[in-house]
């Protein structure tokens, strides 16, 4: 695994076989997220599965993709810092508004 | 030497008091705020989600497996831009040229379903026959109820989703529509790099930052767009959230 996402010796990054590795995970996610979005039987476990799914997709395109993995750690914070803002805004709206009180 | 190579193009041991690159580090910290201003267009699309006093409602409008599609391609745009970037460092400027143009000749598809997509949520009508009406939403149930009340056959409505509709359409629009407008932006700018590079000497192996800079947004609307197919579209149609 080290090996198979240590990348392109040249440049740091992955080569374009990963790259075309995770695309195709990133449309597995998609089609299982849509899958599961017509198994009714799931109830309301459907929104942690999707949520849990949404979040690796989203982690696989920021991680590799936008080369969080192999940049310097401040680009990491930097983006991280307001992505926790945006959820806490969100979470935090939610409670405010009583929407899932 | 190679180590040397590669902190350069993630743009580290610059000149500068972090030794980062600063033009990178505004675009993170960018990209760090637009996350805060597409969360508070996602949080005001959920608090006034269900609030609406009038149809029509998600259930009624969305298309689950037309966003499907939208959504693969653009996943597949994200794929088409790192291979872009990576001919680039390669000093393969056919292959960055081919990849650019796959990557907004994507993005473009994305905008097209989505203008579908608006249009048929403007134009949205229901018909429904009174006698038999089969299984309804709450939208549905409500012209049923006032188009079947007087003996008519048939009960319809024109009334389309717009942004002055409720406040789902109001939401709805804002969030969807100021991402259309992210993607549309990421489209011109990087056909703006495709041309630039066939100026001699504007894109290079080594000069790369700019078209970086360009995946780095792109990637970023393609993050987006995974949130809100998640939380608008697939929560939106489900009746417990």
Same mark, same amino acid.
Not at chain 1, 40 to 49: C, D, N, R
Not at chain 2, 116 to 134: L, Q, R
Not at chain 2, 146 to 160: D, F, I, K, L, W
Not at chain 2, 188 to 200: M, R
């Given at each position: ?6 990348? $392109? ?5 992955? #080569? ?10 990133? /449309?597995?996610? #998609? ?13 309301? !476990?459907?929104?942690?599965? %999707? ?30 810092? @307001? ?19 | ?13 610059? $000149? #500068? ?8 580090? %505004?675009?993170?910290?960018?990209? @760090?705020?637009? /996350?805060?201003?597409? *969360? ?14 009038? =149809? ?42 081919? !990849? ?29 026959? +009174? ?16 188009? +079947? ?13 717009? &942004? ?6 109001? #939401? ?7 991402? *259309?407008?992210?993607?549309? %932006? ?35 609307? $393609?993050?987006? !767009? ?7 579209? %697939?929560?939106?149609?489900? &009746? =417990?959230?």
């Amino acid at each position: 695994m080290s090996q198979d996402l240590s990348g $392109d010796a040249h440049t740091g990054h992955p #080569t374009a076989g990963q790259y075309f590795r995770i695309a195709v995970i990133l /449309c597995v996610i #998609t089609a299982v997220e849509v899958g599961i979005f017509y198994l009714e039987f799931l109830g309301h !476990w459907m929104i942690p599965i %999707l949520f849990v799914l949404s979040t690796g997709k989203f982690a696989l395109v920021a991680m590799y993709y936008m080369h969080l993995k192999f940049d310097h750690k401040l680009f990491t914070y930097m983006f991280v810092a @307001g992505f926790v803002l945006a959820a806490f805004v969100i979470g935090f709206l939610l409670i405010l508004f009583g929407v899932y009180t | 030497m190679a180590q040397e190579h590669a902190a350069q193009i993630h743009g580290e041991h610059e $000149d #500068t008091t972090t030794g980062l690159n600063h033009r990178k580090m %505004l675009m993170w910290a960018f990209l @760090g705020s637009d /996350c805060m201003f597409f *969360g508070a267009l996602i949080a005001t699309y959920l608090v006034y989600q269900g609030k609406s006093l009038a =149809g029509p409602m998600p259930v009624d409008v969305f298309d689950i497996p037309v966003t499907s599609v939208s959504t693969f391609v653009l996943l597949m745009s994200s794929m088409s831009m790192v291979l872009a970037y990576a001919a680039l460092t390669k000093n393969n400027l056919k292959g960055f040229r081919i !990849w650019m143009i796959s990557t907004a000749i994507m993005g473009a598809t994305f905008v097209g379903f989505q203008v579908y997509e608006f249009s048929s949520f403007a134009h949205h009508h229901v018909d429904i026959n +009174c006698s038999s009406p089969g299984e309804l939403t709450d939208y549905e149930q409500h012209i049923f109820d006032e188009g +079947c009340s007087n003996g008519e056959a048939h009960a319809e409505s024109h009334e389309g989703l717009k &942004p002055q509709t409720n406040l789902f359409g109001t #939401t709805f629009y804002t969030l969807t529509g100021f991402h *259309g407008a992210h993607v549309t %932006l990421g489209i011109v700018w990087l056909l703006s790099l495709l041309l630039l590079s066939f100026k001699k000497g504007m894109i290079t192996p080594e000069k790369n930052l700019d078209v970086d800079l360009a995946a780095l947004y792109w990637h970023f609307v $393609d993050v987006v !767009w995974i949130v809100i197919f998640t939380v608008v579209y %697939l929560f939106g149609v489900f &009746p =417990g959230f």
